[in-house]
């Protein structure tokens, strides 16, 4: 994503030290998750869909994650992750849920970039359930084992921040 390529360096840099002492890995070819139609289990299957993620797709431009649809879907994830926490000008944390988004919407997503902009997003606990909800609400999905490695390392990642 070009416009979040500056802010992606920085957020890389911060948690390079945290990367060195997680055991968060590239994944394997058993966890490739189509853009189209994530792996979910043992078979395909679509994400969540609905009137929430009805109009939902994974190639959307930069522009358009932030506008419409997209846009109330990455209010509501920030809701969910900082409770009664209203963007500023800057919008930081719409923009590290956008690459979020974006990020679990590449064939193979990088479990650590993905953990860190949800660790940076997140003023409480990032528990599996939250996790979850914070999936459905930006309409994405993760095969169960790369679910729960961006799920742990997100919630040490804020834990390590928050000290």
């Not at 009137?51 to 509501?76: E, H, S």
């Not at 650590?112 to 949800?118: E, K, V």
């Not at 930006?138 to 084992?145: D, F, M, R």
Request: aromatic share 10%; hydrophobic share 45%.
């Amino acid at each position: 994503m070009a416009i979040f390529t500056d802010m992606k360096l920085v957020y890389s840099v911060v948690f390079a030290g945290f990367l060195a002492i997680l055991p968060v890995g590239r994944a394997s070819a058993e966890n490739v998750s189509s853009p189209q139609h994530p792996l979910t289990g043992s078979k395909f299957e679509p994400p969540p869909r609905g009137a929430w993620c009805g109009d939902y797709r994974f190639d959307i431009t930069d522009k358009q994650r932030f506008t419409g649809t997209n846009l109330q879907r990455l209010q509501a994830a920030q809701m969910e992750l900082a409770p009664g926490f209203v963007a500023g000008p800057s919008k930081t944390e719409l923009y590290l849920l956008a690459d979020y988004q974006a990020e679990l919407g590449k064939r193979m997503p990088d479990t650590a970039l993905a953990a860190s902009y949800l660790a940076l997003a997140s003023a409480v606990p990032i528990t599996v359930a939250r996790y979850r909800q914070v999936n459905a609400l930006l309409c994405v999905s993760a095969t169960p084992a790369r679910a729960k490695a961006i799920q742990s390392a997100a919630e040490a990642f804020r834990q390590q921040g928050a000290r």
